[in-house]
């Protein structure tokens, strides 16, 4: 027999207060009030207020919203972390219930068929409009499966790119008239996103739920004048060392070099374990990212049951913006490079995360020319004049909103989303041919991968052939996937000009022959005296390849470089 929504909550989730906006989600899915928008604080539990009602269906079988969920994120760095979190709620109610982390790392639900989906934006994308590249001839099959389901969109401030949040509003429209109940939650979306999102679908007040909760929670912050990286050197002083070893300790810096400056420093000057400090970012391979995010949530304290487990270790997480969605840890002190407003509330959000807590947060400002990337300078330095002219408590919604309000004016495009919109439709009008040229960012992006070229029974072997034995031997361990990430091409390019990559891992389709062979292209010319270093050899969705030695698991790609996470 289903449960009430107490009930639910503290016999499922082990929560025996569950909040105000956690109540009005679950009335309002049982009054097929779609669709909602909710903004609510980081840490008070948005996930399960949509996850709660969806699974109390499964207790009478009974399945009155949809039989299936879609539950997209902006990344897929540590969606793996929120899909096991789902998943143990699930298994509360029953293990037949199948919940699936579907990205480009985890291709394992490209058809969208089980009872919940944790996915990407771009996955969610590509299977909307029958591209995506997973499913044979069966393209229509993830359509049917979205039509048939209820679709969250997590965190979805985090774009910052008016041509995705085209691409956004476009599906929005598309889900809404063709009656395909979804969700918008987020904890620090500005108005000025909200008001672009549901410009042409309504969204009265009815269907708003915001959840200003007191959690219970203190967050001291303090502005410094020194940058954290200055140049090549880390700005840590002993006394702030020591209190780095003797607390639960959350670092984030805005770009992937600064980050692996300071994890090095800081491992090296404190002789840390691998089990005592990890780095996060986007650009490890699949294999070593996973391992790098089970550290994290090793480490550093977590909910577990409904009790707050604290490991007696060391615990340091050095990172980029990649942890500011779909992690759900606490740290006693965060030191963050300044970001706008809500990466700094999404970034406090995982410092004294639980109610009782409280933590320290200290902000220090970015330098030199490029320093600001991947942000405008205009962004960061309205931030920087909000939080010296006003008394901010972080983690006060009320605050909170009027923080990124009056900083942030995130909106879509109004000519993208019109255009964006036609294009999506006759994805799905013209289902006779498959759709080219889809994305999801105004930026493109390609593959690297990580080879250790191996010499083989020949002697004399060049480069080329080194590099493909070194494919080969990957290919008997495991999948290219789990030694590749994804890149934006405008970091690739600059790893192109300083001679970091060299080839390209280039696909050919042979005739009479089911599977596709690979060969490797020189990029620099035979000629090594005289290299051709054109940066049109560099093209966006190719694959290009980065030799092991320039690349550490615990830190990745040595001398990074990059300006993009």
Same mark, same amino acid.
């Given at each position: 027999?289903?449960?009430?929504?107490?009930?639910?909550?503290?016999?499922?989730?082990?929560?025996?207060?569950?909040?105000?906006?956690?109540?009005?989600?679950?009335?309002?899915?049982?009054?097929?009030?779609?669709?909602?928008?909710?903004?609510?604080p980081s840490g008070s539990g948005?996930?399960?207020?949509?996850? +709660?009602?969806?699974?109390?269906?499964?207790?009478?079988?009974?399945?009155?919203?949809?039989?299936?969920?879609?539950?997209?994120?902006?990344?897929?760095? %540590?969606?793996?972390?929120?899909? =096991?979190?789902?998943?143990?709620?699930?298994?509360?109610?029953?293990?037949?219930?199948?919940?699936?982390?579907?990205?480009?790392?985890?291709?394992?639900?490209?058809?969208?068929?089980?009872?919940?989906?944790?996915?990407?934006?771009?996955?969610?994308?590509?299977?909307? *409009?029958? $591209?995506? #590249? @997973?499913?044979?001839?069966?393209? =229509? $099959?993830?359509?049917?499966?979205?039509?048939?389901?209820?679709?969250?969109?997590?965190?979805?401030?985090?774009?910052?790119?008016?041509?995705?949040?085209?691409?956004?509003?476009?599906?929005?429209?598309?889900?809404?008239?063709?009656?395909?109940?979804?969700?918008?939650?987020?904890?620090?979306?500005?108005?000025?996103?909200?008001?672009?999102?549901?410009?042409?679908?309504?969204?009265?007040?009815?269907?708003?739920?915001?959840?200003?909760?007191?959690l219970n929670t203190h967050l =001291?912050? +303090?502005?410094?004048?020194?940058?954290?990286?200055?140049?090549?050197? &880390?700005?840590?002083?002993?006394?702030?060392?020591?209190?780095?070893?003797?607390?639960?300790?959350?670092?984030?810096?805005?770009?992937?070099?600064?980050?692996?400056?300071?994890?090095?420093?800081?491992?090296?000057?404190?002789?840390? !374990?691998?089990?005592?400090?990890?780095?996060?970012?986007?650009?490890? *391979?699949?294999?070593?990212?996973?391992?790098?995010?089970?550290?994290? %949530?090793?480490?550093?304290?977590?909910?577990?049951?409904?009790?707050?487990?604290?490991?007696? *270790?060391?615990?340091?997480?050095?990172?980029? @913006?990649?942890?500011?969605?779909?992690?759900?840890? /606490?740290?006693? %002190?965060?030191?963050?490079?300044?970001?706008?407003?809500?990466?700094?509330? @999404?970034?406090?959000?995982?410092? +004294?995360?639980?109610?009782?807590?409280?933590?320290?947060?200290?902000?220090?400002?970015?330098?030199?020319?490029?320093?600001?990337?991947?942000?405008?300078?205009?962004?960061? /330095?309205?931030?920087?004049?909000?939080?010296?002219?006003?008394?901010?408590?972080?983690?006060?919604?009320?605050?909170?909103?009027?923080?990124?309000?009056?900083?942030?004016?995130?909106?879509?495009?109004?000519?993208?989303?019109?255009?964006?919109?036609?294009?999506?439709?006759?994805?799905?009008?013209?289902?006779?041919? !498959?759709?080219?040229?889809? #994305?999801?960012?105004?930026?493109?992006?390609?593959? $690297?991968?990580?080879?250790?070229?191996?010499?083989?029974?020949?002697?004399?072997?060049?480069?080329? $052939?080194?590099?493909?034995?070194?494919?080969?031997?990957?290919?008997?361990?495991?999948?290219?996937?789990?030694?590749?990430?994804?890149?934006?091409?405008?970091?690739?390019?600059?790893?192109?000009?300083?001679? %970091?990559?060299?080839?390209?891992? &280039?696909?050919?389709?042979?005739?009479?022959?089911?599977?596709?062979?690979?060969?490797?292209?020189?990029?620099?010319?035979?000629?090594?005296? @005289?290299?051709?270093?054109?940066?049109? !050899?560099?093209?966006?969705?190719?694959?290009?390849?980065?030799?092991?030695?320039?690349?550490?698991?615990?830190?990745?790609?040595?001398?990074?470089?990059?300006f993009f996470v």
């Amino acid at each position: 027999m289903s449960k009430s929504p107490l009930e639910f909550y503290e016999q499922v989730f082990r929560i025996k207060n569950p909040y105000s906006h956690q109540i009005a989600a679950w009335n309002k899915f049982e009054s097929a009030q779609f669709p909602l928008l909710i903004k609510a604080p980081s840490g008070s539990g948005k996930t399960e207020a949509v996850i +709660a009602p969806f699974l109390n269906q499964f207790i009478d079988n009974n399945f009155y919203i949809a039989p299936r969920m879609i539950y997209v994120l902006p990344m897929r760095v %540590l969606s793996n972390s929120l899909g =096991d979190r789902i998943r143990r709620y699930a298994n509360a109610i029953s293990p037949n219930i199948l919940v699936k982390t579907h990205h480009g790392d985890h291709p394992v639900a490209p058809f969208f068929i089980a009872d919940i989906v944790v996915t990407t934006l771009d996955q969610f994308l590509y299977g909307f *409009t029958r $591209v995506s #590249q @997973q499913v044979g001839h069966h393209i =229509d $099959v993830p359509l049917g499966s979205i039509a048939s389901s209820v679709v969250v969109f997590d965190e979805a401030h985090m774009y910052r790119d008016e041509f995705t949040f085209s691409v956004m509003r476009a599906l929005m429209e598309i889900l809404y008239y063709s009656k395909i109940p979804f969700i918008l939650m987020t904890a620090t979306m500005p108005e000025s996103l909200e008001k672009s999102l549901f410009e042409n679908i309504p969204l009265d007040d009815t269907k708003k739920i915001l959840g200003n909760v007191n959690l219970n929670t203190h967050l =001291d912050i +303090a502005l410094t004048d020194e940058p954290l990286v200055k140049g090549n050197d &880390v700005n840590i002083s002993d006394e702030l060392l020591k209190k780095i070893r003797n607390k639960k300790t959350l670092i984030v810096l805005n770009q992937v070099g600064r980050a692996q400056r300071v994890y090095e420093e800081i491992k090296k000057r404190l002789d840390l !374990k691998n089990d005592e400090i990890v780095l996060l970012h986007s650009r490890f *391979t699949r294999l070593d990212r996973e391992s790098h995010e089970k550290t994290a %949530l090793t480490i550093l304290p977590k909910k577990e049951a409904g009790n707050t487990v604290v490991p007696e *270790t060391v615990g340091i997480v050095v990172s980029t @913006q990649v942890l500011e969605a779909g992690i759900d840890f /606490s740290a006693e %002190l965060l030191l963050t490079e300044l970001a706008p407003a809500d990466s700094l509330v @999404q970034r406090a959000g995982r410092c +004294a995360r639980y109610s009782g807590e409280k933590g320290e947060m200290i902000i220090f400002p970015v330098e030199g020319e490029k320093g600001h990337l991947p942000y405008e300078k205009s962004s960061l /330095s309205k931030t920087m004049d909000y939080i010296k002219n006003n008394k901010i408590n972080i983690k006060d919604f009320h605050q909170v909103c009027k923080f990124v309000n009056s900083t942030l004016n995130y909106k879509a495009n109004d000519f993208e989303a019109a255009d964006t919109l036609v294009d999506l439709y006759e994805c799905i009008l013209y289902a006779d041919q !498959k759709p080219e040229n889809i #994305q999801i960012r105004s930026h493109k992006a390609a593959n $690297v991968i990580i080879v250790e070229p191996k010499i083989g029974k020949k002697k004399r072997e060049n480069k080329e $052939v080194q590099i493909e034995n070194g494919i080969k031997e990957i290919f008997k361990t495991g999948k290219i996937g789990d030694y590749s990430f994804d890149i934006d091409i405008n970091v690739l390019l600059g790893w192109f000009k300083s001679e %970091l990559v060299r080839y390209e891992l &280039v696909w050919e389709r042979v005739e009479n022959k089911e599977k596709a062979i690979f060969s490797i292209k020189d990029l620099l010319g035979k000629n090594k005296k @005289q290299p051709v270093k054109s940066v049109s !050899k560099i093209k966006p969705f190719g694959t290009y390849i980065v030799e092991k030695i320039h690349y550490d698991q615990d830190t990745g790609v040595k001398k990074d470089g990059g300006f993009f996470v």
